[in-house]
C-alpha cells in the first residue's frame, strides 16, 4: 500500500537478515576453529599428537553444538574407534568397530568419498547397520566424513548430537571435511615420522654391531 514501509521492524525480512547475519558468524568461528588445528596437528609431534588430535574433536564439535566426535580408523579390514571426545554428561560410544561389509549403506558412500549427514537415523533404511550404530547411543543427528590419503579410505570422522534433531547445511558440512582431510594428512605425516625415527634406530643399532664387530678383532691383534 502506497505511503507504508515495505518491511517493518521485526517482520520476516528482518529475522531473514538476523538469521543470515548469526549463519555468517557461525561459519566464521567454524573456519577459525578449522584453521587452528590444522595449525596445531601439521605441526604436533609424534608422542603428543594423540592429545591435540581429541583437543580438535572438542574445538571443533563445541562449535557445532556437537555431543560426542571420535574418529574410526582403518586396522585389519574394519574400522576401529582410536579417539573420541565427548561433551559433559554424555557416555562414550559403546561400538567401537565398523565392518564395511556390515555396514554397506554407510561405506558405500564413503568409500566414494561423499559426505555422510543424517539428520535423523530414523530417517535410514530399516534395518539398516548404520540406523541401529547410531540409535544404539540415542543419536538424533550425525555427520561422518572420509578421511582420505593417495585416494584410500583410511577412516572416517564423526560428529553426533544426542539432544535433538540438527540438520547439517551443506556449507557446514563442506568446513568439517576440510577439518577431516587435515586430520588425514596429518595422521599420514605422523605415521610417516614414526616409520623414519624406527628405521633411525635399527639403522643405529645394525652400525653400532658392526663397529663392535670390527673392533674386537683389531683389540684380539693388539692384546
Do not use: C
Not at 595449525?39 to 580438535?56: C, G, Y
Not at 558405500?108 to 561423499?114: D, I, K, P, T
Not at 571435511?177 to 624406527?198: F, G, N
Amino acid at each position: 500500500m502506497d505511503g507504508l514501509p515495505e518491511a517493518l521492524p521485526g517482520d520476516r525480512g528482518d529475522t531473514h537478515d538476523a538469521g543470515l547475519i548469526r549463519t555468517d558468524a557461525h561459519h566464521a568461528r567454524l573456519r577459525s576453529a578449522v584453521l587452528d588445528i590444522s595449525t596445531t596437528l601439521m605441526t604436533a609431534e609424534p608422542d603428543e599428537f594423540e592429545t591435540k588430535l581429541r583437543w580438535s574433536l572438542s574445538s571443533v564439535g563445541e562449535q557445532i553444538g556437537a555431543d560426542r566426535g571420535y574418529i574410526f580408523r582403518l586396522e585389519d579390514d574394519a574400522f576401529t574407534l582410536t579417539t573420541e571426545w565427548t561433551a559433559d554428561g554424555i557416555d562414550p560410544r559403546e561400538i567401537r568397530r565398523l565392518d564395511p561389509d556390515e555396514h554397506a549403506w554407510l561405506f558405500g558412500r564413503l568409500e566414494g568419498f561423499e559426505n555422510v549427514a543424517v539428520a535423523d537415523p530414523t530417517d535410514l533404511p530399516s534395518g539398516a547397520a548404520t540406523r541401529e550404530f547410531l540409535g544404539a547411543d540415542g543419536v538424533r543427528s550425525a555427520v561422518l566424513l572420509p578421511m582420505v590419503d593417495s585416494w584410500s579410505l583410511v577412516g572416517v570422522v564423526g560428529f553426533e548430537v544426542a539432544e535433538a534433531p540438527h540438520q547439517w547445511p551443506a556449507s557446514e558440512v563442506d568446513v568439517l571435511r576440510t577439518a577431516a582431510d587435515i586430520v588425514a594428512h596429518s595422521q599420514a605425516r605422523v605415521r610417516r615420522e614414526q616409520t623414519l625415527a624406527e628405521q633411525n634406530e635399527r639403522l643405529e643399532a645394525f652400525a653400532s654391531v658392526i663397529s663392535h664387530d670390527l673392533r674386537n678383532p683389531l683389540n684380539v691383534v693388539s692384546g
